[in-house]
């Protein structure tokens, strides 16, 4: 865990998507703060200036820094993060795989959704697709990105197909795949 100028175990939860990745992210940061006293998170949305806010200001405050990657149709990210998304690859495209410098130290984790029941073309091929990987290529992406910045991986991305989910659970703003995810972190 990492802790923030106040000493309280922190976490920045960046939602880069759309509907259903700011359900996960709400997700993710109430997995958190229930893991015990002194837990702080907080949510930025997916606009490019808070995520860039939020990226600069990790190494500031020592918070891990979690992406929420929402993919949709067509292996693109939602339209409400493709800004942002393109940023983060941009950025990474232009360091090369360098990742020395100011992004030592800095801590993230890659939260990826997205549900492989709305990917129509993919439906009736399923059995033949590792699906999991299928609905999350755009977060893929963002996570293979954050290590060419030279981030440290504070966990192992967890990969969500939102149509293996409990739908009553997930109403309900839970996912046991979350929160087992965020016990490792």
Request: glycine letters at 10%; hydrophobic letters at 45%.
């Amino acid at each position: 865990t990492t802790r923030d100028g106040d000493g309280e175990d922190a976490m920045r939860v960046v939602c880069l998507g759309g509907a259903l990745g700011r359900e996960m992210s709400a997700m993710v940061a109430t997995a958190w703060t229930r893991k015990g006293a002194g837990r702080r998170a907080e949510v930025a949305s997916c606009a490019v200036t808070a995520t860039r806010r939020a990226m600069d200001a990790a190494t500031e405050e020592e918070a891990t820094l979690v992406f929420v990657v929402e993919t949709a149709e067509g292996d693109e990210p939602a339209a409400e993060a493709r800004a942002a998304v393109k940023m983060i690859l941009r950025e990474a495209k232009a360091r090369n795989g360098d990742g020395a410098g100011d992004a030592r130290g800095r801590r993230y984790a890659t939260a990826m959704v997205g549900d492989c029941d709305i990917i129509g073309d993919r439906a009736a091929y399923r059995s033949n697709q590792s699906v999991v990987e299928d609905c999350n290529a755009v977060g893929l992406a963002v996570d293979a990105a954050l290590r060419r910045f030279g981030w440290t991986r504070a966990a192992e991305s967890l990969r969500v197909d939102k149509s293996k989910e409990d739908d009553d659970a997930w109403r309900r703003g839970r996912s046991a795949a979350v929160d087992a995810w965020v016990a490792k972190l």
